[in-house]
C-alpha cells in the first residue's frame, strides 16, 4: 500500500541550498505550494548558498543549527528540503535537529498518494513509492542477521536490510505486471479510438493553471478542480462540439512540475501516453504568472522526453506559440501533433500586448473569454476527417441515407423530385460512397 505523511498538526520549515543550478526562490515558493497541498503550514522558508550540496547533512552546520533552533523556538516538527536527499542525509539530519525530514520527492510522492482514487492511480503511485524507497532502505548490517547454530550454518545470513531490499523487489515486480495489463487495456482502447476515427484533444500544461476548470467549462464534465497543485491525477475524457461539426475527445491529463520525479514520470508513463496519443496538445499556462514562459518550456521538455528519449536533442516541438512571445518551431522539427497554446487566466491581466497567431489563444476558463476563437482554432489545427457537401441521394438509396445521419451530421435536408438534398458533413473515409451524388 502507498505511504503518505502524518498530517496532523503538520508545522514545516523548507531549506534549499542555492547552487545556481536554478532559481532557488522561486522553487522554495513551489515547495510551500507544494507542502500546502500536502496539508502542512510553513512557519519559515531557508536558503543557504552554497557551491556544492554538504554530501553528509546537504547545508553546512551552521545552517543546520540555525534550522534546529528555530524548529524548537517555533514548535516545527516537520523540514522539507527542496531537493532530493539520500537515506544518509535525512538521517543525520534528523539526529541532528530531532525532527522528521523529508524531501521535494517525497512530499510530490506524498501529494500524489492523497489524491489518487481510482485502482490504477493508487498503483501508479505505489510504484513510484517503491522505486524511490529501494535506494534508500537504510538497515543496521549484521546486527539484524539471521545467525545460524550448527556446522555449515554460522555466519551472517541474509541481513534485515537485504530482506526488506528483497521484498521491495518483489513488490515492484508485482505492481509493473499489474500496470502493464492496465497499459494494455488502454492501448486497445486507443486502438479502438483511432479505428473508430475518433479524434482525441490533450490538456497538458503546468499544474494548478485551470486545465481542468477548462475542461469544466467546455464540456461540463464536473471533475474535481482545485486552487491546489495536482488536484487531477487520473485522465478524464469528455466529448466537445467543435464549430465545424465535429466531435472530439477532450481529455484531461495530470499537471506537471519542475523537477517532477522521474519514478513519477515512470509510474505515470501510461496514463501521459493519452497525452502522446493524441491528434492535438492544448497547452494550459497561466498567463498572469510570472514563470509562465517556464512552464510552457516545462511541459514541452517532458513530452519530447516520453515521445523520444532523453537523449533527443532539444528541438522545438510542432506548431508552439506566438512568434513575438515565444520561439517559433525550427523547420526540421519532429512530426509530431501540433500543439495550440493556451494562455489562460487573461482575466487576471491588464493590457497584454501579444500577437496571436493560429498556434496560440488567449482564454478566460473561468469566465468563458476567448472560447469562440479557441475552438475555431482547434478545428483548424485538427487534420479534417470529414468534409461539407451538398449531396443530392437518390430515394432508393435509403440505407445510404440512413449511414450519413448515423455516422455523419446533417445540417439540413429537403425533398426535390430526384431525391433527398442534403447539406451534410461526411466522413473521409465514406466519400467514395456519395461521389456520385455531389452537387457542384
Known amino acids: 500500500m502507498y505511504e503518505t505523511i502524518d498530517q496532523k498538526n503538520q508545522i514545516a520549515v523548507l531549506v534549499a541550498v542555492d547552487t545556481g543550478e536554478y532559481d532557488a526562490a522561486v522553487s522554495l515558493d513551489e515547495l510551500e505550494e507544494l507542502a500546502k497541498t500536502a496539508g502542512a503550514e510553513t512557519a519559515a522558508k531557508i536558503c543557504q548558498r552554497r557551491p556544492h550540496y554538504d554530501p553528509a547533512t546537504c547545508v553546512g552546520s551552521g545552517c543546520l543549527e540555525e534550522v534546529k533552533t528555530f524548529c524548537q523556538n517555533a514548535g516545527a516538527n516537520l523540514i522539507i528540503f527542496d531537493g532530493e536527499l539520500s537515506a544518509s542525509q535525512a538521517r543525520n539530519i534528523e539526529n541532528a535537529t530531532g525532527v522528521e525530514v523529508v524531501d521535494r520527492t517525497t512530499l510530490i510522492l506524498d501529494i500524489f498518494a492523497q489524491r489518487a482514487t481510482t485502482s490504477a492511480g493508487r498503483l501508479q503511485v505505489e510504484l513510484a513509492q517503491q522505486k524511490y524507497r529501494l535506494p534508500r532502505l537504510g538497515g543496521k548490517g549484521n546486527v539484524l542477521s539471521r545467525l545460524g547454530g550448527g556446522i555449515g550454518t554460522r555466519g551472517p545470513g541474509e541481513s534485515q536490510l537485504e530482506t526488506d531490499r528483497r521484498h521491495v523487489r518483489r513488490r515492484i515486480t508485482a505492481l509493473e505486471k499489474q500496470l502493464a495489463e ?55 475524457a469528455r466529448a466537445l462540439s467543435l464549430p465545424d461539426g465535429r466531435t472530439v475527445m477532450l481529455i484531461d491529463t495530470v499537471g506537471l512540475v519542475r523537477r517532477l520525479p522521474h519514478q513519477l514520470v515512470e509510474a505515470f508513463h501510461s496514463t501521459l501516453e493519452e497525452a502522446l496519443e493524441a491528434d492535438l496538445l492544448l497547452n494550459v499556462c497561466d498567463i498572469s504568472s510570472s514563470q509562465v514562459q517556464e512552464q510552457i518550456s516545462i511541459t514541452e521538455q517532458l513530452i519530447r522526453e516520453l515521445r523520444h528519449g532523453k537523449d533527443e536533442p532539444a528541438q522545438p516541438l510542432t506548431g508552439t506559440a506566438p512568434d513575438d512571445f515565444f520561439p517559433a518551431p525550427s523547420a526540421d522539427a519532429p512530426k509530431d501533433p501540433p500543439i495550440l497554446t493556451v494562455l489562460n487566466k487573461c482575466d487576471l491581466v491588464e493590457g497584454l500586448p501579444i500577437p496571436l497567431g493560429d498556434t496560440t489563444a488567449l482564454i478566460s476558463a473561468k469566465t468563458g473569454f476567448g472560447f469562440d476563437q479557441l475552438l475555431e482554432k482547434i478545428s483548424r489545427l485538427l487534420e479534417p476527417t470529414q468534409i461539407r457537401l451538398t449531396l443530392e441521394i437518390p430515394y432508393d438509396k435509403g440505407a445510404l441515407l440512413s449511414l450519413l445521419r448515423r455516422e455523419g451530421k446533417i445540417f439540413s435536408q429537403e425533398y426535390t423530385e430526384n431525391g433527398t438534398l442534403l447539406d451534410a458533413l461526411v466522413d473521409k473515409k465514406q466519400l467514395y460512397l456519395v461521389e456520385e451524388y455531389i452537387c457542384h
Open 182 to 236: 492496465l497499459e494494455g487495456q488502454r492501448k486497445l482502447l486507443r486502438g479502438r479510438r483511432k479505428k473508430d476515427g475518433i479524434t482525441s484533444v490533450a490538456i497538458v500544461g503546468y499544474t494548478n493553471v485551470g486545465k481542468s476548470t477548462l475542461l469544466n467549462a467546455l464540456t461540463d464534465a464536473g471533475v474535481l478542480a482545485e486552487d491546489k497543485l495536482f488536484a487531477t491525477l487520473d485522465p478524464t
